[in-house]
């Protein structure tokens, strides 16, 4: 069954509006490609009404993760918050929170279509350790296109200090330890994120080409978790540090 997109971005937003972020309407209705469609146009209303897009997320990256959601590419959504390293937020703020270990690319200059691994590079500003902050507004298993249609489980994202990329930094070499409540959970490699962090970078600019969209000097991108997702709970605190990079902490306030 086709959908029809104009009706479908209407209904999802007020569905939004309302709470309710995976419309039981559309549930096995979906394309992938409706999907972006509709997350897109959800974005620029949410700009319209006074957020601000600050960059993108590329999702699903790593194996551990697709085999935790059961689907084997990568997905992109849309950033419209960014927190410093030691955010805490508040015991309700978030809707069944986890996070993810990965990378922040800030861009000093701009990438559209198909582009090398070499002029990624270029493109980067600096680096950052840091978290995505993911909201489970639904169930991204079964449901793939309303969750990517939902911006792909984003709600935030925290960041540490930045540093330089320098000319030797191998980002595949680079080993995320991640602690939650002072427990080590989880150890990644970046070659956990399609062979290299920069690959998600590629992929993400070929593929916002395919909706008219680029990526702009001074966006930030996520790339992808070294590590799969984990959950957070109230009186959480996570903590990963990033060989040659440098460390990222968040928590939630005790309820």
């Not at 296109?145 to 925290?158: E, I, P």
């Not at 150890?187 to 992929?203: K, R, Y």
Request: hydrophobic share 45%; glycine share 10%.
């Amino acid at each position: 069954m086709t959908v029809d997109l104009t009706s479908a971005i209407e209904d999802f937003w007020s569905a939004r509006n309302r709470g309710e972020y995976f419309p039981q309407a559309y549930f096995d209705r979906l394309s992938v490609d409706d999907a972006y469609r509709i997350q897109l146009a959800l974005i620029d209303r949410r700009v319209a009404a006074g957020e601000k897009q600050i960059g993108w997320k590329v999702g699903l990256t790593a194996k551990p993760i697709q085999e935790q959601f059961g689907f084997f590419e990568p997905v992109f959504g849309c950033i419209l918050e960014m927190q410093r390293t030691g955010h805490a937020f508040g015991a309700s703020e978030l809707i069944h929170p986890g996070f993810e270990t990965e990378l922040c690319f800030r861009l000093g200059a701009g990438l559209e279509g198909e582009v090398s691994l070499e002029q990624v590079r270029a493109a980067i500003s600096v680096v950052y350790p840091s978290f995505e902050i993911i909201e489970t507004r639904g169930d991204l298993a079964k449901q793939i296109a309303l969750a990517l249609a939902d911006n792909a489980q984003q709600r935030s994202v925290v960041a540490g200090d930045p540093v330089s990329l320098a000319p030797d930094m191998r980002l595949d070499q680079v080993t995320a330890r991640v602690q939650l409540n002072g427990q080590e959970v989880a150890t990644g490699l970046g070659s956990a994120v399609l062979g290299n962090p920069l690959n998600s970078i590629a992929w993400l600019a070929g593929k916002l080409g395919q909706y008219g969209r680029r990526l702009s000097p001074d966006e930030i991108i996520m790339s992808g978790s070294f590590v799969r997702q984990f959950p957070l709970s109230a009186g959480d605190t996570a903590v990963a540090e990033f060989s040659g990079i440098g460390r990222v902490e968040v928590s939630i306030a005790k309820a």
